[in-house]
């Protein structure tokens, strides 16, 4: 449903995108990550016929992006990082007003705007100017917004960042049961639990640049068996920590200074075992040693050198 193959941007000297192949088959999410400046924005806008490629191509249900964009934007619906809905009128005139965007009658304009805020469960705010909606009724209106014209294929660009839990997981199950009507779900997230709520394959970019793409299972299985996790008792001593890990040959460990542990992939019990020595050498105090096999944060830590900057 969606294909890129060797896809660029510049913008000036700089090149935003640098060769990106993709390929989204139909009624499936694929979630793009990346740290921020790794061109998934860009990429989305390129797909959308927003931005016009400099380099590479790419087609939506065959359609190309650059030569057949009237075709690609009467398939698809965006929704972008911020609300893009007029703040100065009713939510259910939004709704209404895209409707008839799209040749909607009047009478189809308004039941579809009907359905939509019953389906967001808006419709006590529908009546209500959008100024007045909290961030997440914002973010739901905003969605209900790309959804009017019943798009085949759906992009979301950092759909739920600053949403509160209960607004996000709402958002998360409206896009699942637009995939199981069939859409086709282009996400871009910098939340990795998103991603493995969501996506069927993940495309991990950095750089502008594919660095790794495949299942979640298939990206853990490059990071290793497991990842090894040690919290110091005293927090100051967590870069210690890491420098210990690192002069026993052990590689560079990632360290998380929101939750206060170090993080290193091991390959079999005899890492483990020298990893355990040199903290018993090194005289630090430490708090739990354990490993867990590798969450998708983890894999996107060792694959970009990067600490998630989304959550």
Known sequence: MIRSEGLVKRFGAATAVNGVDLEVPTGTVLGLLGPNGAGKTTTVRMLTTLVRPDGGRA???????VREPHQVRSLIGLTGQYATVD????????LYLIGRLLDLSRKGARQRAEQLLERFDLVAAGGRQVRTYSGGMRRRLDLAASLVGEPAVLFLDEPTTGLDPRSRNGLWDEVRALVANGATVLLTTQYMEEAEALADRVVVIDGGRVVAAGF???LRARVGGQVLHVRPARVHDV???ARVLAYAGLGVAAVDAGDELVRLPVSGPDALTTAVSALGRSGLSIASVDTRVPSLDEVFLTLTGTERSGS
């Open 59 to 65: 087609s939506v249900h065959g359609f190309d992006v």
């Open 87 to 94: 703040e100065g009128i009713s939510g259910r005139e939004n």
């Open 216 to 218: 979640t299972e298939e």
């Open 239 to 241: 870069p210690s920590v």
